[in-house]
């Protein structure tokens, strides 16, 4: 009973909506505005917008090679938050003050950089790609990957397959 629970909270899940994505470079950044990705049939349609701009993705389901989600500090400010304690024991030798006033401001973005992590969902097709930075539990989004990914399953089996087993159903 609590496994037709579970399928059918994945089943319900079909629009899920969280900020966009902008490369720069090979790093992937939230950029303002939103995106909503929706299951329409065997379409996997994502709208975002961001400031002035509008862009829809439309990818068949069919087409989904993978889905990853993806949970990690965020390492520019981890990055920032060592070299400033770096910085800070090199103050120490001349000011007690200005270096404890670092090494604080060190840790306080070192912690804030390893509790407040990126989180994002990306679903890949043969030729694009939609990336979606959480802005909800991460649940959510991992039940619409399940949704998707049973989807496009569904879809690529082979329709052979799918006639024997109802013609076997019908049999027995």
Known sequence: ???????????????ITGAPAQVWGNVLVPARGTIIVKVTGD????????????RETWIRIQNIDSVETLEAPIYALLGFGGFLAF???????????????????????????????RRYLAIY??????VIFMSKSPELYQQFAMNVL????????PSNTQSRQAQTSIQA
């Open 1 to 15: 009973m609590n496994g037709n629970t579970n399928m059918r909270t994945t089943q319900q899940v079909t629009e």
């Open 43 to 54: 379409t996997l349609v994502g709208t975002a917008k961001t400031g002035l701009e509008k």
């Open 87 to 117: 910085s800070a024991l090199g103050a120490f030798s001349n000011s007690s003050v200005l270096g404890l006033i670092l090494l604080v401001a060190a840790v306080a973005i070192i912690v804030y950089a390893i509790t407040n992590k």
């Open 125 to 130: 097709s043969h030729r694009n790609a939609i």
């Open 150 to 157: 049973a989807l496009s399953r569904k879809l690529n089996t």
